[in-house]
Each structure stands twice: as C-alpha cells, then as structure tokens.
C-alpha cells in the first residue's frame, strides 16, 4: 500500500502524538508499505523537505499571526485550505492508495482531499478536538470539573479564565468557535472510519458529538516499540539513588501544581525529578524550596535521556487532571516495568489498573498516598511493574497495533473499489 500520513508532528522535536505517529509509520514500514508524511508548520515562512529515520518529511509553511484568536483562525481554516490542495495534489502525484490523518490542524483538510479524489480516509483522535474546542474538555483551568457541553454558556466560562482581563473582549468569537468545531465535527464524520486511541476517547466522541453518531469508531491504541524503547532506555542510571519521576508539561491540566502537594502527602524522602517545562515551573520550584523537598526540574530532555530517567525511576508520578487520552509517558513507564500512581482521569485506566498494573487516585492526597505506598513497599512496586510490562506488551506493542491498523486499511481500500462511499 501506499499510505499518506497527514500529520501535525514527527520527530524529533514533538510530543507524544508526534512519537505515536513516527511508530505508526515505522511499523507500516516494516510490513513493506510506502509511508510519505506531510506536516504543518504554522508560522514557518518557506516550505522545506527534510528528512528523519529515512523518512521525507514535506513540510508546508503557513502564517500564524501572534494575537490570540486570529491565530487559531490562521492555524484552522486558512491552514484547511493551503493543506487541502497539497495532500490532493499527493494523492494524484504519488497514486496514494489510503489517506490516515493523525491530529487536529492536518484531519479536516486531509478527508476534505482524500474526499475529493475519492481514496478511503482515516482519522485518528488522540483527544478531545473534536468535542471540546480547547481540546482538554477543562471548562476552567484553575478548576478539576470537567466541561459537560460545548454550549455558548459554556464557553463564556472557559474564555473568562482563558482571556485574564480583557476577557469580555473575546465574548464576540464565541460564534466563531462554534462554528469551528461544527466543522471539525461534520468533517469527520465524513471518514471512512475514525480511530479512537482509548475507551475514554470513544466514549466521548459518541456521547458528545452527534454528528459522529453514524461514522465507523474504531478503538486501536497507539503503537508501542516496547523493544526499542527498552534499548534506547540506556543501563547507565542518571542519578545514584532512588527517584520518583514527574515526566511531562508542567501545566495545570497536567496536574503539575498538585506534584509538590502528593509529594508532601507521600513525606518523600528521595529526589523528586521533574523532566519538562512549562508555565508552572517557577511556582514548583519555589514550592519545594519552601517545603524542604529535595525537587529537581531538568526541563525538556532529548527522547533517549528522558527514557533513562523513566526507566530507573522507583515510580512514576502522574497527576493529570485533564481527561488523557492515551499518555505516551505512562505507555512508556509501563513498558520499562515502572510502577505508577496515576489520577484516574480519561483513558489512564486502560494502561494503569488500580492494585494490578498501577495505583488509581481521585484526590492529590490520595495520589500522595499510594506514591507513598509505592516506596515504602518495594514488593508491591515490583509486583505491579512487572504486570504493567506484561499487559502493555500483550495489549499495546506495535505488532499487534499495526496488524488491527493494516486489516482495516485493507478492508477499506477493498470497500472502495468495490463501490463509491456515500458519493
């Protein structure tokens, strides 16, 4: 087959769906399937080609004003129209055979061409874009509620402590977020199939967003190289001693702002590591100055020290009190067989099963609770790394993602020439 990956990251410098995107391509590629990538760079001047793991990347240029709003329109609809002529033109150039858009900027333009050229279109969701238009589902960020509706009262809630004090000013826009997320949504529907990477996500896109109430949803985690990632874990230690591990942005959705307040519940005696950045890196700092907690932030690390860290860590602290999707951080941990205290938030349960894989939290304090139980018991932290190894290797690694990804690729391109969808 010869697969079009439309996507707004890949490596080296991405997070977590850029990563996910990457083990897609390379599992695809090792099947002996053609994989060509296309990437958004808003606010890049000139369209450039580079290349990564033997990978061409195209990237396309695009303005991104820096004022708030107009920015998203340049990123979303002006960016739809730039990115739908390209990935056509892909499609007749290269005789592409399926179209798999993997995130928010690159799906609308992406099934609009594939579309066009009539060639079957996939869409990825690895979170909430197409029902919240912030993409957290976090209705006030300061807040742990969730949002229940993408209702015009509801965004006059979430741009008030998103807009500081010129918020009224953003009232006006509201109409125009929602017709950005109608479009996204209606969009959408139109694939042939979506992929939803967790149980959280399908759930959400069913019970939120109406117009999907008919589009085929398929649960297909992202792809895991569970051997590469042990290999790049380098055997050095980072540091001698014990650890617990923060790996992450250091924002509010990420529960960043309840590290300080677990570790103190949990009186930690060790280091806590902090591998990120973000708007809350000052106020962490200065919390475990004040408390006497030993907290170390690195900031952002290169993929292969990151891993390191992770793999020599007594536990892995997660703290996320936005609804995640499928975090890469926790596959990760998993996968190198180290024990989690997670908030049970969105998708997290289907990598950390409280008392089997990991430990499950709802509150900070009892997140500081079990992070406590996992360093005072080290049988217990060897019991549940090694089942969180087990079951991400049975249930996430590339192999099998990529066997469920290629039949359905199969089924829809076989579907297709056999008759034309809704056309």
């Known amino acids: ?83 739908e002529a390209v990935v056509a033109d892909r499609i007749d150039r290269d005789a592409i055979d ?26 990825t969701v690895r979170d909430y874009w197409p029902v919240c238009y912030w993409s957290t589902l976090i209705i006030d960020p300061a807040q742990d509620a969730l949002c229940p509706a993408c209702t015009t009262g509801n965004m006059t809630r979430c741009v008030r402590p998103r807009g ?22 209606t969009t959408l529907a139109d694939a042939d199939a979506v992929i939803a990477v967790s149980s959280a996500i399908a759930r959400d896109l069913v019970a939120r967003a109406p117009e999907l109430r008919h589009t085929r949803i398929e649960q297909i985690p992202n792809a895991v190289d569970v051997e590469a990632i042990r290999s790049a874990a380098d055997t050095r230690r980072p540091m001698p001693g014990p650890y617990v591990l923060f790996s992450g942005k250091l924002e509010v959705n990420k529960g960043a702002d309840l590290l300080v307040r677990a570790a103190r519940r949990a009186a930690l005696k060790v280091p806590l590591v902090v591998v990120g950045d973000g708007q809350l890196r000052g106020q962490i700092e200065e919390e475990g100055q004040s408390t006497g907690l030993d907290v170390r932030v690195t900031g952002w690390l290169p993929r292969e020290e990151a891993l390191r860290w992770v793999a020599h860590a007594a536990a892995l602290v997660f703290p996320s009190r936005g609804p995640e999707s499928l975090s890469r951080v926790l596959l990760e941990a998993a996968a190198l067989g180290v024990p989690t205290a997670a908030m049970d938030t969105g998708g997290t349960s289907d990598i950390v099963r409280h008392q089997d894989t990991g430990l499950l939290s709802t509150t900070a304090d009892a997140l500081g609770t079990h992070l406590a139980a996992l360093i005072g018991d080290p049988a217990l932290a060897s019991k549940l790394g090694a089942a969180a190894r087990q079951h991400v290797g049975r249930t996430f690694n590339q192999a099998a993602v990529i066997d469920r990804t290629e039949s359905l690729y199969a089924e829809l391109i076989s579907g297709r020439q056999g008759h034309t969808h809704r056309d």
Not at 49 to 78: C, H, L, M, S, T
Not at 98 to 123: G, M, N
Not at 164 to 185: D, F, H, V
Request: proline residues 10%; aromatic residues 8%; glycine residues 6%.
């Open 1 to 83: 087959m010869r697969i079009l990956l439309p996507t707004d990251s890949f490596p080296p410098n991405c997070g977590g769906s850029g990563w996910s995107t990457y083990e897609l391509a390379r599992g695809l590629r090792a099947r002996g399937h053609t994989v060509l990538v296309i990437q958004p760079r808003p606010g890049q001047s000139d369209a450039a080609r580079r290349e990564y793991d033997g990978f061409e990347i195209e990237e396309i240029a695009a303005p991104a004003p820096q004022i708030p709003y107009v920015r998203n329109y340049f990123k979303n609809e002006r960016l739809w129209h730039v990115l």
């Open 98 to 123: 399926i179209v798999h858009a993997q995130h928010v900027l690159t799906t609308v333009p992406a099934i609009r061409a594939a579309r066009s050229r009539k060639v079957p279109v996939i869409a």
């Open 164 to 185: 500081g004090a010129a918020w009224p000013a953003a009232l006006p826009l509201i109409p125009y977020m929602r017709r950005n997320l109608s479009s996204k949504r």
